[in-house]
């Protein structure tokens, strides 16, 4: 459990770093699931879970962005190994194979795209809505319990919550016009809600605050890389990180130049959630 929360976390903080897509951390994390479930993860290893981490979202990188960082060059952020291109390499094949090389599988973002598609929205508040559900989307996926939801009813709970914060009065036509669309069990979608609802009322910041950091100046993480290799049965070359150097500025992605052309949220309204009857 820790160390799926300290695996998604990284992923989260390199996603924000380089402006990747919300789709490319959600994959990643959809493949460590995946993986960290195998027999091929061997858990006993105390720096497995970072490497197979680097590994998913190297993977996720190449799937889904159109520039992607040396590997590296990928690893920023605070953590306690720095591994060798070799090594995530050879990690990645181990990835590919265990999880039989289906790396494009269904997502809740997947139904966000399919909601905006059916409803015929169009102009930038609906655009904004998906973005408000993408931001929610990468706020709760570290809490397992959320995440072990089929996508689909992960994605109409989610989209239930933005209906409901957008539009507190009324929000019971357009949760319904949802729910007609997506034809899911009302029961299921009831309990995934109720744990997003818990969630945002545990956490310490909005999500939609919290969540907003991809559109944040990138911070900076200096660090130094040091030479060691690790002793393990399995060989595989780490490397033990104590400082850091400045890492280089990165291309901005599709996805983020998307999404730098949305407009704030203050504007969203509830005409987010119209569409031609």
């Not at 194979?97 to 795209?113: A, C, E, G, H, Q």
């Not at 015929?120 to 408000?132: A, D, I, S, T, V």
């Not at 909005?206 to 911070?219: F, G, H, K, N, Q």
Request: proline share 6%; charged share 20%; glycine share 2%.
């Amino acid at each position: 459990m820790v160390a799926r929360k300290g695996a998604v976390d990284w992923i989260l903080t390199v996603k924000a770093h380089y402006g990747f897509s919300a789709l490319t951390a959600v994959l990643a994390v959809n493949y460590f699931d995946r993986f960290a479930s195998s027999r091929t993860f061997q858990r006993e290893i105390p720096w497995m879970s970072q490497l197979a981490a680097v590994a998913c979202l190297s993977l996720a990188a190449k799937v889904e962005e159109i520039d992607v960082p040396l590997l590296l060059d990928l690893q920023v952020g605070e953590s306690k190994y720095v591994f060798e291109a070799k090594t995530i390499q050879r990690m990645e094949l181990l990835v590919l194979s265990t999880l039989k090389w289906r790396m494009n599988p269904v997502t809740p973002i997947s139904f966000f795209d399919h909601i905006i598609r059916r409803l015929g929205l169009k102009n930038h508040l609906h655009w904004e809505f998906l973005w408000m559900c993408e931001r929610l989307t990468l706020s709760i996926i570290a809490d397992p319990s959320v995440m072990s939801y089929v996508p689909s009813v992960l994605a109409t709970a989610t989209m239930l919550r933005v209906i409901e914060d957008i539009e507190p009065y009324n929000p019971l036509e357009y949760q319904n016009q949802l729910m007609s669309v997506l034809k899911v069990s009302k029961e299921i979608v009831r309990g995934c809600y109720k744990l997003i609802l818990e969630f945002c009322d545990s956490s310490n910041e909005s999500w939609a605050v919290a969540t907003s950091d991809s559109l944040a100046p990138r911070p900076e993480f200096p660090f130094k890389r040091s030479r060691a290799q690790d002793s393990s049965n399995e060989s595989w070359a780490v490397v033990s990180s104590s400082s850091r150097t400045p890492e280089p500025p990165f291309k901005r992605s599709r996805a983020q130049d998307q999404q730098m052309r949305v407009p704030s949220l203050n504007r969203v309204s509830v005409g987010v959630l119209s569409s031609p009857r």
